[in-house]
């Protein structure tokens, strides 16, 4: 079985590890045949994806953050190749949702002597998304954490705090399977294929990343009282039974905003628009785990 590593340099918030070196060591112990392939550029993992997948790679192996994993995934989409992971980011949301090791060593043995299963796939505005697409302030946090310089959680938190005191919800409206539901304030429109966002800040708890369904989460205002209750809920995975969000699922969304809001696929922020198309593909991604 042949694996290609795809190491994004620039991932995690450690600089120091000489990853290729490490990724040889213990996938040598594995006994595995295998190559490593640096990015160089955004989007230049989901080319070398493809790539190594036409090449005859069983499984090809994101090493990185979220936005890593999002761009090897998109490029094994309609492939034979299997998706690995080797967690190196601020958040590792499919990582988790997926139970593959936040360690360097037992994340490549999993690489290196997976089981296989297929799992959903969304997509948002033509944009694949694995864990979690959404609109509106936790795309602006996404938006702002990337000029902040710096990553990891406690940037993550200091720029989601600053930024709570600014952002003011926009009127949309959304439908569902073809039927209008509702027109409301979006604070925060989700769509969850997997449960979480990432470092276990559970947006979805009941999300099934097998069930051929999006969870859509809805918080429409975060009053003080309202945004304690929804970050217990995140935290602690009792959003849905806390009464600070409303979720809804469904395959297909379509939203209208006001204004002009933000979206973010797997955490990285994409553009501001005023219209979003939200599709649910079944099964669509095999992953190695």
């Known amino acids: 079985m042949r694996i290609c590593f795809i190491l994004n340099p620039t991932s995690g918030t450690n600089r120091t590890q000489d990853v290729p070196a490490l990724l ?15 990015t160089a550029y955004a989007g230049h993992a989901e080319q070398l994806a493809r790539q190594a997948a036409a090449a005859g790679c069983r499984v090809v192996v994101a090493v990185g953050g979220d936005g890593t994993v999002n761009e090897v995934a ?4 309609g492939t034979s ?6 967690p190196r980011g601020s958040g590792n949301g499919l990582a988790r949702h997926l139970h593959i090791p936040l360690d360097l060593p037992g994340a490549v043995r999993r690489a290196c002597q997976p089981t296989f299963q297929r799992i959903d796939a969304g997509e948002i505005n033509g944009r694949p998304f694995f864990c979690t697409a959404g609109l509106g302030f936790d ?3 996404s938006k702002m954490f990337a000029r902040a310089g710096t990553r990891g ?4 938190v200091k720029v989601a705090l600053r930024e709570y ?11 569902l399977q073809g ?3 509702f027109d409301t304030h979006c604070y925060v429109l989700a769509f969850a294929n997997a449960a979480q966002y990432g470092n276990n800040a559970y947006i979805a708890p009941r999300a099934n990343i097998q069930d051929g369904l999006l969870d859509v989460c809805l918080i429409d205002g975060l009053s003080l009282p309202r945004a304690v209750r929804v970050g217990l809920g995140l935290a602690l995975g009792t959003l849905a039974t806390s009464g600070g969000a409303v979720y809804h699922t469904t395959q297909q969304v379509r939203v209208r905003s006001a204004a002009p809001l933000g979206f973010h696929v797997d955490g990285d922020y994409v553009e501001d628009a005023t219209d979003f198309e939200v599709v649910l593909h079944p099964l669509a991604l095999e992953v190695a785990v």
């Open 24 to 38: 040889t060591r213990y996938a040598t112990a594995a006994g595995a045949e295998f190559e490593i392939q640096p």
């Open 74 to 77: 998109r490029g094994l989409l």
């Open 81 to 86: 190749a299997a998706l690995g992971i080797v």
């Open 139 to 141: 795309a602006h946090v």
């Open 153 to 156: 959680l406690s940037t993550y």
């Open 165 to 175: 005191r600014r952002y003011r919800p926009v009127p949309v409206q959304v439908t």
């Open 179 to 181: 039927q209008k539901l």
